[in-house]
Protein backbone atom coordinates (compact mmCIF):
# COMPACT_ATOMS: atom_id res chain seq x y z
CA UNK A 1 0.00 0.00 0.00
CA UNK A 2 0.81 3.26 -0.77
CA UNK A 3 1.78 5.19 2.84
CA UNK A 4 0.82 9.20 3.24
CA UNK A 5 2.32 11.91 5.50
CA UNK A 6 1.57 14.64 6.03
CA UNK A 7 3.29 17.61 8.34
CA UNK A 8 2.87 19.18 10.46
CA UNK A 9 -0.20 17.01 11.95
CA UNK A 10 -0.95 20.42 13.32
CA UNK A 11 -1.07 24.25 12.61
CA UNK A 12 -1.29 27.52 14.24
CA UNK A 13 -1.79 30.61 12.32
CA UNK A 14 -3.32 33.93 12.70
CA UNK A 15 -5.85 35.20 10.24
CA UNK A 16 -4.18 36.92 7.18
CA UNK A 17 -1.23 34.49 7.44
CA UNK A 18 -0.52 32.38 4.17
CA UNK A 19 0.39 28.46 5.48
CA UNK A 20 1.72 25.28 3.81
CA UNK A 21 0.84 21.88 4.07
CA UNK A 22 3.20 19.46 3.27
CA UNK A 23 2.29 15.51 1.96
CA UNK A 24 4.69 12.93 0.67
CA UNK A 25 3.74 9.76 -0.65
CA UNK A 26 5.85 6.46 -0.11
CA UNK A 27 6.11 6.23 -3.72
CA UNK A 28 5.48 7.77 -7.47
CA UNK A 29 1.59 8.92 -7.67
CA UNK A 30 2.45 10.93 -10.36
CA UNK A 31 0.04 14.12 -10.08
CA UNK A 32 -3.43 11.71 -8.97
CA UNK A 33 -3.51 13.74 -5.58
CA UNK A 34 -6.50 14.95 -3.64
CA UNK A 35 -6.47 17.79 -1.12
CA UNK A 36 -10.11 17.80 1.51
CA UNK A 37 -11.17 20.74 3.80
CA UNK A 38 -12.81 18.95 7.00
CA UNK A 39 -14.89 21.02 9.71
CA UNK A 40 -15.48 19.48 13.00
CA UNK A 41 -18.31 17.59 12.56
CA UNK A 42 -19.16 18.23 8.82
CA UNK A 43 -18.44 15.57 5.58
CA UNK A 44 -15.08 16.86 3.83
CA UNK A 45 -14.81 19.14 0.66
CA UNK A 46 -12.91 18.60 -1.70
CA UNK A 47 -10.61 21.38 -2.57
CA UNK A 48 -8.15 20.52 -5.47
CA UNK A 49 -7.64 17.47 -7.21
CA UNK A 50 -4.79 16.16 -9.60
CA UNK A 51 -2.27 17.74 -7.51
CA UNK A 52 -3.00 21.77 -8.30
CA UNK A 53 -6.23 21.65 -10.24
CA UNK A 54 -8.81 24.02 -8.62
CA UNK A 55 -12.17 21.90 -7.78
CA UNK A 56 -15.39 23.91 -9.39
CA UNK A 57 -16.20 27.04 -6.66
CA UNK A 58 -13.20 26.92 -4.21
CA UNK A 59 -11.50 29.82 -3.84
CA UNK A 60 -8.42 30.67 -5.81
CA UNK A 61 -6.68 31.77 -2.17
CA UNK A 62 -6.20 27.22 -2.16
CA UNK A 63 -3.46 26.31 -4.11
CA UNK A 64 -1.43 23.06 -4.55
CA UNK A 65 1.49 21.89 -6.31
CA UNK A 66 4.20 19.10 -6.76
CA UNK A 67 4.14 15.41 -8.57
CA UNK A 68 5.80 12.43 -8.15
CA UNK A 69 6.29 11.85 -4.24
CA UNK A 70 5.83 15.43 -2.66
CA UNK A 71 2.78 17.98 -2.80
CA UNK A 72 1.59 20.85 -0.95
CA UNK A 73 -1.15 22.82 -0.36
CA UNK A 74 -0.73 26.75 0.11
CA UNK A 75 -3.31 28.55 1.86
CA UNK A 76 -2.82 32.21 1.54
CA UNK A 77 -4.91 35.40 3.76
CA UNK A 78 -6.48 32.99 6.15
CA UNK A 79 -9.38 33.43 7.40
CA UNK A 80 -11.57 32.10 9.99
CA UNK A 81 -13.99 29.89 8.07
CA UNK A 82 -10.24 28.45 6.82
CA UNK A 83 -9.58 26.99 10.08
CA UNK A 84 -10.56 22.91 9.95
CA UNK A 85 -8.65 19.95 9.13
CA UNK A 86 -7.39 19.03 5.86
CA UNK A 87 -6.54 15.71 4.35
CA UNK A 88 -4.32 14.54 0.98
CA UNK A 89 -6.00 10.99 -0.88
CA UNK A 90 -3.48 9.55 -3.22
CA UNK A 91 -5.90 7.89 -6.20
CA UNK A 92 -2.80 6.16 -8.43
CA UNK A 93 -3.92 2.82 -6.54
CA UNK A 94 -5.65 0.91 -4.36
CA UNK A 95 -6.34 1.22 -1.54
CA UNK A 96 -6.70 4.77 -1.70
CA UNK A 97 -4.54 5.97 1.17
CA UNK A 98 -5.16 9.46 2.91
CA UNK A 99 -2.84 11.29 5.25
CA UNK A 100 -3.62 11.52 8.43
CA UNK A 101 -4.50 15.33 8.59
CA UNK A 102 -3.18 18.59 9.54
CA UNK A 103 -5.31 20.30 11.79
CA UNK A 104 -4.86 23.88 11.36
CA UNK A 105 -5.86 26.17 14.31
CA UNK A 106 -6.48 30.02 15.19
CA UNK A 107 -3.61 31.32 16.92
CA UNK B 1 -26.80 20.35 -7.67
CA UNK B 2 -25.26 16.72 -6.30
CA UNK B 3 -27.16 15.26 -3.11
CA UNK B 4 -25.84 11.92 -1.48
CA UNK B 5 -28.02 11.09 1.64
CA UNK B 6 -26.69 8.34 3.76
CA UNK B 7 -29.33 6.26 5.98
CA UNK B 8 -29.24 2.78 7.61
CA UNK B 9 -26.50 3.47 10.67
CA UNK B 10 -27.45 3.14 14.15
CA UNK B 11 -26.26 0.44 17.06
CA UNK B 12 -25.39 -3.00 16.61
CA UNK B 13 -24.17 -5.84 18.19
CA UNK B 14 -20.52 -6.87 17.26
CA UNK B 15 -21.04 -9.93 15.02
CA UNK B 16 -24.38 -8.83 14.07
CA UNK B 17 -24.98 -7.15 9.74
CA UNK B 18 -26.19 -3.51 8.44
CA UNK B 19 -26.42 -2.22 5.29
CA UNK B 20 -26.10 1.09 4.91
CA UNK B 21 -27.80 2.99 1.51
CA UNK B 22 -26.46 6.13 0.05
CA UNK B 23 -29.32 7.78 -2.58
CA UNK B 24 -27.91 10.27 -5.15
CA UNK B 25 -29.39 12.86 -6.88
CA UNK B 26 -28.44 15.62 -9.25
CA UNK B 27 -25.93 13.93 -11.37
CA UNK B 28 -26.77 11.32 -13.94
CA UNK B 29 -25.77 8.35 -11.03
CA UNK B 30 -25.09 5.54 -13.93
CA UNK B 31 -22.42 7.45 -15.08
CA UNK B 32 -19.78 7.48 -12.08
CA UNK B 33 -18.39 5.20 -9.91
CA UNK B 34 -18.51 5.83 -6.31
CA UNK B 35 -16.97 5.00 -2.59
CA UNK B 36 -17.34 4.33 0.48
CA UNK B 37 -15.49 5.61 3.33
CA UNK B 38 -15.24 5.81 6.85
CA UNK B 39 -13.59 7.95 10.23
CA UNK B 40 -13.97 6.14 13.38
CA UNK B 41 -14.42 8.65 16.46
CA UNK B 42 -11.71 11.19 16.34
CA UNK B 43 -9.58 9.50 13.89
CA UNK B 44 -9.08 10.10 10.11
CA UNK B 45 -10.07 9.32 6.86
CA UNK B 46 -10.18 5.67 5.65
CA UNK B 47 -11.01 4.41 2.57
CA UNK B 48 -13.39 1.05 2.59
CA UNK B 49 -14.64 0.11 -0.90
CA UNK B 50 -15.07 1.54 -4.48
CA UNK B 51 -17.82 0.30 -7.28
CA UNK B 52 -17.56 1.47 -11.29
CA UNK B 53 -20.23 2.99 -12.78
CA UNK B 54 -21.96 -0.26 -13.80
CA UNK B 55 -21.29 -2.24 -11.11
CA UNK B 56 -18.34 -4.34 -13.17
CA UNK B 57 -15.26 -3.46 -11.10
CA UNK B 58 -15.38 -3.48 -7.11
CA UNK B 59 -12.25 -3.12 -4.52
CA UNK B 60 -12.39 -3.28 -0.85
CA UNK B 61 -10.05 -2.30 1.41
CA UNK B 62 -8.07 -5.37 3.20
CA UNK B 63 -9.71 -3.86 6.43
CA UNK B 64 -13.00 -4.66 5.27
CA UNK B 65 -12.61 -7.68 2.57
CA UNK B 66 -14.56 -10.88 2.83
CA UNK B 67 -16.82 -8.96 5.94
CA UNK B 68 -18.26 -5.94 3.77
CA UNK B 69 -19.71 -5.97 -0.14
CA UNK B 70 -20.43 -2.55 -2.30
CA UNK B 71 -23.30 -3.05 -4.46
CA UNK B 72 -25.48 -0.34 -6.64
CA UNK B 73 -28.70 -0.28 -8.35
CA UNK B 74 -28.52 1.85 -10.93
CA UNK B 75 -32.03 2.26 -11.26
CA UNK B 76 -32.84 3.33 -7.70
CA UNK B 77 -29.76 5.92 -7.87
CA UNK B 78 -28.89 4.41 -4.56
CA UNK B 79 -25.71 2.65 -3.70
CA UNK B 80 -25.52 0.02 -0.75
CA UNK B 81 -22.92 -1.03 1.71
CA UNK B 82 -24.17 -4.69 3.43
CA UNK B 83 -21.58 -4.84 6.52
CA UNK B 84 -21.29 -8.00 7.84
CA UNK B 85 -19.21 -9.75 10.46
CA UNK B 86 -19.19 -6.28 12.30
CA UNK B 87 -16.67 -5.63 15.11
CA UNK B 88 -15.91 -2.48 17.49
CA UNK B 89 -13.32 -1.21 15.22
CA UNK B 90 -15.79 -1.01 12.50
CA UNK B 91 -17.45 1.77 14.60
CA UNK B 92 -17.50 4.90 12.54
CA UNK B 93 -19.26 7.88 10.21
CA UNK B 94 -19.47 6.08 6.66
CA UNK B 95 -19.35 8.64 4.14
CA UNK B 96 -20.46 7.54 0.35
CA UNK B 97 -18.71 9.79 -2.40
CA UNK B 98 -18.75 10.31 -5.58
CA UNK B 99 -15.99 10.06 -8.07
CA UNK B 100 -15.60 12.64 -10.61
CA UNK B 101 -14.86 12.73 -14.20
CA UNK B 102 -11.45 14.13 -14.18
CA UNK B 103 -8.02 11.98 -15.20
CA UNK B 104 -8.15 8.91 -12.33
CA UNK B 105 -11.45 10.03 -11.32
CA UNK B 106 -10.85 11.64 -7.91
CA UNK B 107 -13.91 12.32 -5.40
CA UNK B 108 -15.95 15.24 -5.72
CA UNK B 109 -18.52 15.02 -3.91
CA UNK B 110 -19.53 13.96 -0.48
CA UNK B 111 -22.68 12.79 1.36
CA UNK B 112 -22.95 13.93 4.90
CA UNK B 113 -22.26 10.63 6.77
CA UNK B 114 -23.99 7.68 8.67
CA UNK B 115 -23.02 6.91 12.07
CA UNK B 116 -22.31 3.21 12.71
CA UNK B 117 -21.89 1.96 16.45
CA UNK B 118 -20.80 -1.84 17.20
CA UNK B 119 -20.99 -2.41 20.48
CA UNK B 120 -22.86 -4.88 22.73
Known amino acids: DIQMTQSPSSLSASVGDRVTITCRASQDISNYLVWFQQKPGKAPKSLIY???NLQSGVPSKFSGSGSGTDFTLTISSLQPEDFATYYCQQYNSYPYTFGQGTKLEIK | QVQLVESGGGVVQPGRSLRLSCAAS????????MHWVRQAPGKGLEWVAL????????DYADSVKGRFTISRDNSKKTLYLQMSSLRADDTAVYYC?????????????WGQGTLVTVSS
Open chain 1, 50 to 52: GAS
Open chain 2, 26 to 33: GFTFSNYG
Open chain 2, 51 to 58: ISYDGSNI
Open chain 2, 97 to 109: AKRGAARGYPIDY
